[in-house]
């Protein structure tokens, strides 16, 4: 049956005029500000009308902030000055991710920003390689780092949320080497003792 015209009856009073889209089809938009429930009434070709039995339900869902988190390393780590730490991140939003951010700052300075990968919908991951040569640290420093994300604005101000912190602390390349050296000894030393 071709469609004239539809209307939505909010339970609130108000209606909210649908136009036709196409033969079969209508369309219009809605503003929602508070819960409130609608029935649909549908005008054909003839003019005749048409009213849903089923009344449909419209509520507000707040907004929630994004989740993010550091998914790798995920944890403090103690580090030489030549190693290569790869982080990755990742944020979940119920309405959608418009950014994701790695920030990180060696020995309390100045911080950088890198983006992360591009948001897909309401998920958003990326990684990122530090590389602690480049960062002109000394044993004893350490950088820090986490993750941001920015929700997409819906009729709101956007919001930003900040992963827990973590560190890397630059340890002597010596003390790694020398504990690496003492595992081995340990290993052959028992080999010996048999």
Do not use: C, W
Not at 18 to 31: C, I
Not at 58 to 75: E, H, L
Not at 85 to 91: G, I, L, P, Y
Request: net charge negative.
């Amino acid at each position: 049956i071709p469609v004239r015209g539809a209307t939505l009856g909010l339970a609130s009073g108000t209606a909210v005029v649908l136009e036709p889209a196409s033969e079969r089809t209508a369309e219009g938009a809605l503003v929602v500000s508070k819960d409130d429930a609608y029935r649909i009434t549908l005008t054909g070709a003839d003019g005749a009308q048409a009213v849903d039995d089923t009344e449909y339900f419209v509520r507000i869902v707040a907004d929630r902030p994004p989740d993010v988190r550091i998914v790798r390393p995920g944890t403090d780590r103690k580090v030489t000055r030549l190693e290569e730490v790869v982080v990755e991140a990742q944020a979940d939003d119920d309405f959608g991710v418009d950014r994701l951010e790695l920030v990180y700052a060696a020995r309390g300075g100045q911080e950088t920003v890198i983006r992360l990968g591009s948001p897909n919908g309401k998920t958003a991951t990326g990684r990122h390689t530090l590389f602690v040569e480049e960062l002109n640290v000394q044993p004893g420093d350490f950088v820090s780092y986490y993750a941001r994300a920015r929700d997409v604005s819906r009729g709101k101000r956007s919001t930003e949320v900040r992963s827990d912190i973590y560190f890397l602390e630059v340890r002597p390349f010596n003390e790694e080497f020398e504990a690496a050296q003492s595992s081995a000894m340990a290993g052959q030393g028992g080999a010996f003792n048999d």
